[in-house]
């Protein structure tokens, strides 16, 4: 036991489950807010659930005025990271071009983009030529519209999380990989204890942040956290001649197609209408006649493309793919972004901060409480894909 004290503390002020960027970024705005004795764990690696399988999107288009706000806060992060954090995230600030190909979804982002520009986001509609000559790979037939937003780009998952990670130790929290969580007890209904594989730690707080992982952990804690996992697979191509690489990030929106460079390459992907909830990590090719069909229509230049490697991730879907974010007594949680808990991770992590504090956060989060599907109801965010 001795040998396993020396990495898991025996104790500790609050214990964050859960190493994505959600549970880093907490992790080093308590510690760096003074918070003693923050310890994180992970069951695996950092960054190794959907983190670092993310496309590495980030952006502030949202429909959501809380997610907008949640959105811009962390652009300015990650435009500032290297020199906040000492890493380099290789962010391409290109931005975000949504194509439009129904009325439905044209008016949805008419909406969206006014209520952005008045929560300061720079996005504008744009014609369907406008389109074709920012996205020079996209086939324009049938669309009706576009959304853009010079503002978003996308960076590299692993560089944040060892960023965050390194930042978090510096301020003082202890960090420990490869030790899962196993339960949460609890005495009089409150929090006295985390057990994990490595031992038990004494705690009165604990901050859920594991994703897909997060529903048992809320049953643990008397908290019920409506969070299913959902299988997205991501595709890398061989090199692309010509690539302009001021491509932006690309997302057919009704059919959920979207790509972005990725060195010589593209990252692509789409949401598979066939794939069914589950943990599963595993690659496979049913998907791929779909997305060959998709990508012949809206982008013909890529249909012969080689593909270089890939792999899978999963989503944390909610009901309303809203996030959770919010406290219940003495568990704090943060999870259910359904896809953009990435890009949201820095400005979470300095919600959780204000959460744990007692303090009024910069943005009002209560509608995302998990209560609201007990109480309010859903609150629906339109530009998930």
Known sequence: MSDVRRVLPSEADVVIIGGGVIGLSAAYHLARAGVENVLLLDRDSFGSGSTCRAAGGVRSQFSDPVNIVLGARSLETFANFPALFGQEIDFHRVGYLFLLSEEASEKAFEASVALQNELGVPSRMVGVAEAGRMSPLVGTDGLRAAAYSPADGHCTPESVVLGYATAARRAGATLVPHCAVTGIGRTAGRIDEVATTLGTVRTGKV???????????????????????????????EPVPGLDPATPFTIDFDTTFYFHGEGAGLL???????????????????????????????????????????????YENTPDHNALIGRNGDFLYATGFSGHGFLMGPAVGEVIRDLFLGREPF????????????????????TIV
């Open 207 to 237: 901050v859920c942040a594991a994703g897909a992982w997060s529903a048992e952990i809320g049953a643990w804690a008397g908290v019920p956290l409506p969070v299913t996992p959902l299988r997205r697979q991501i595709l890398i191509t």
């Open 268 to 314: 692509l992907g789409m949401s598979d209408p066939e794939e069914t909830p589950g943990f599963k990590l595993d690659r496979d090719d049913a998907w791929l006649p779909r997305l060959g069909e998709i990508i012949e229509h809206r982008a013909p230049r890529l249909i012969d493309l080689g593909i270089a490697s890939g792999w899978a991730g999963l």
């Open 363 to 382: 943005v009002d989060v209560s509608s995302l409480s998990a209560d609201r599907f007990r109480t309010a109801g859903l609150r629906p965010e339109r």
